[in-house]
């Protein structure tokens, strides 16, 4: 394999560091969160709206034991319910909320849990997200596949037997631009049944063309839907703007994707309010393209290289697990993704209650699937992780542990005709 990565070896010039310095404590250096930069499409959708309004208002001490109960005794569970479901006084119902999950996850999915896994191609990143392992100012060994090393690599996890992949990039329009997206997804379509993208948001046009590449479904992590958090955190580059990012699903539908995801790092911000602005988000576009697979995913803050500038307000697991439980019984149709950040003990517990997709597999670095699937030495040729993972399974042992636990681990059950 030819040697593609690029070391990042030289430290930040005097005049990088003096705007680094300034972003960080200067806010009037940055640039309006809210207003759109030049090229960013506009779509005025209402959905936004609606989703703020609801956050914004959320209470979550006003709620008693007597809500929850009541929420839990609906057939139907109303964002009411759902508010009451996500406060603190739900903390000790875990049980019967896990109870009712399981009886939605098993009415609605069965006994299945899906697997996929994730393939990052390029890690340069034009943003200064301060939590981020990858962000521009961070001094990591930066990296981008060529297409021979993309096919390479996808034959590898192919041959594994996966039959879904997860295309990451980073978030680099120069290293990483439409056209190389595009044929990372033609690449995939070859191997995969089911071709997953989460890369920068893009416009409509842009959607349209990644489909037809190939694409299937786009994931974007809005990170935190408190917008003024939002704008301490992503201090600068595209994705500083917050509701381009915050419609990129629904460009993403608007241009025929099948399936959008969505989430909030958990822990950046409020963790209540973030998980119900997730779920209403997946709610409110539910009810505008009915025909669309949504999913969640839900992600906790982890430790990550350099990362000393903010202090992670912490979500326990017991606290994870009443979201996610809360999120099935509010919305009993939608997939629910929980990533390997999270313990094998987490996950093999969580995928009885509610999840219904892990990744398997994973390597948040660059290009070493070949050495990891093979069992090889690995090549020397990897961009640095993004953060670290806790569940290092491989698909072989994700499988059979899935099996064991007395539920039908599934590849893929699309069929194109
Ligand atoms: S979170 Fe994403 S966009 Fe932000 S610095 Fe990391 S890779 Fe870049």
Redo the contacts with the bound molecule.
């Keep these: 394999m030819e040697n593609q990565f690029l070391v990042d070896s030289e430290h930040l010039s005097p005049q990088a560091l003096e705007r680094k310095h300034r972003l960080e404590t200067d806010p009037a250096s940055r640039k309006n969160h809210m207003e759109y930069m030049p090229g960013m499409e506009e779509i005025k959708s209402d959905v936004c709206k609606n989703v703020l309004e609801h956050m914004t208002s959320y209470d979550y001490s006003k709620y008693t034991s007597k809500d929850v109960k009541a929420a839990l005794e609906h057939e139907n569970c109303t964002i009411e319910d759902f508010k009451a479901l996500l406060s603190p006084a739900a903390e000790s119902f875990l049980e019967q909320m896990a109870q009712r999950a399981s009886l939605e996850t098993s009415k609605h999915f069965g006994n299945t849990v899906y697997l996929f896994t994730p393939l990052y191609i390029a890690n340069y990143?034009e943003?200064?997200?301060v939590y981020?392992?990858?962000?521009?100012y961070n001094h990591i060994n930066r990296m981008k596949l060529s297409a021979e090393q993309i096919d390479k690599e996808m034959k590898v996890i192919a041959d594994s037997g996966m039959e879904e992949i997860l295309i990451l990039t980073?978030?680099s329009r120069a290293q990483s631009d439409i056209k190389y997206i595009g044929e990372a997804c033609r690449l995939a379509s070859k191997y995969f049944r089911m071709v997953g993208l989460e890369i920068?948001p893009v416009n409509t046009d842009e959607y349209k063309y990644l489909h037809e590449c190939g694409a299937d479904y786009v994931t974007v992590f809005q990170?935190t839907y408190d917008t003024e958090k939002y704008e301490q955190l992503?201090l600068w580059?595209h994705?500083r703007v917050w509701p381009y990012r915050f419609d990129a699903q629904e460009r993403a539908l608007m241009a025929g994707m099948r399936g959008v995801a969505f989430s909030a790092l958990l822990g950046l911000s409020d963790f209540r309010k973030d998980a119900l602005a997730s779920a209403l988000h997946v709610y409110f576009l539910q009810r505008k393209y009915p025909h669309a697979e949504m999913s969640l995913s839900c992600p906790r803050l982890r430790p990550i290289i350099n990362n000393d500038k903010i202090n992670p307000l912490d979500v326990h697991e017991k606290q994870l697990c009443q979201i996610i439980c809360a999120y099935r019984i509010f919305l009993p149709f939608v997939g629910i993704t929980v990533s390997s950040r999270e313990s094998a003990e987490f996950r093999n517990g969580i995928v009885r209650i509610a999840a219904t997709k892990v990744s398997a597999g994973v390597s948040t670095g660059i290009g070493d699937h070949e050495s990891k699937y093979s069992g090889g030495e690995p090549s020397g040729m990897h961009g640095d992780e993004?953060f670290e993972i806790d569940d290092n399974r491989s698909l072989d042992k994700m499988y059979k542990d899935i099996a064991d636990e007395g539920l039908q681990p599934v590849l893929n059950d699309y069929l194109y005709v």
Excluded: P, V
């Design positions: 990143c943003n200064y997200c981020c392992g990858f962000n521009c980073g978030e920068y990170e992503h580059g994705k993004q």
